[in-house]
């Protein structure tokens, strides 16, 4: 089995460690950055919107004026379930 080091997808920091399991069983981690408001992450999200690169590309395709039809199938999410994550 070959462990590939997690990253943070926020900061990009490699000071991560394990935080205990989601209420879906998914593994958390810790973020070791002090200088940073986001301080816990998922390896793999159950819904891509929650995805720290997917929800920047979704807040500057509404910002840009894309609709939720165009914004769901650039970006492969579901145009009614977890589209706006950031409510």
Known sequence: MVLAPIKCPHCGSGKVKKNGTAK???QR???RN???RHKTL???YTYNAYDPNI???IFFSIVNG???RATAGTLGT???TGLYPFG
Do not use: I, P, Q
Request: hydrophobic letters at 20%; charged letters at 45%.
């Open 24 to 26: 879906n069983g998914k």
């Open 34 to 36: 002090e200088k940073r």
């Open 42 to 44: 998922v390896e793999r």
């Open 55 to 57: 929800c920047s590309r």
């Open 66 to 68: 894309s609709g939720t």
């Open 29 to 31: 981690f810790l973020c």
């Open 78 to 80: 579901a145009k009614d």
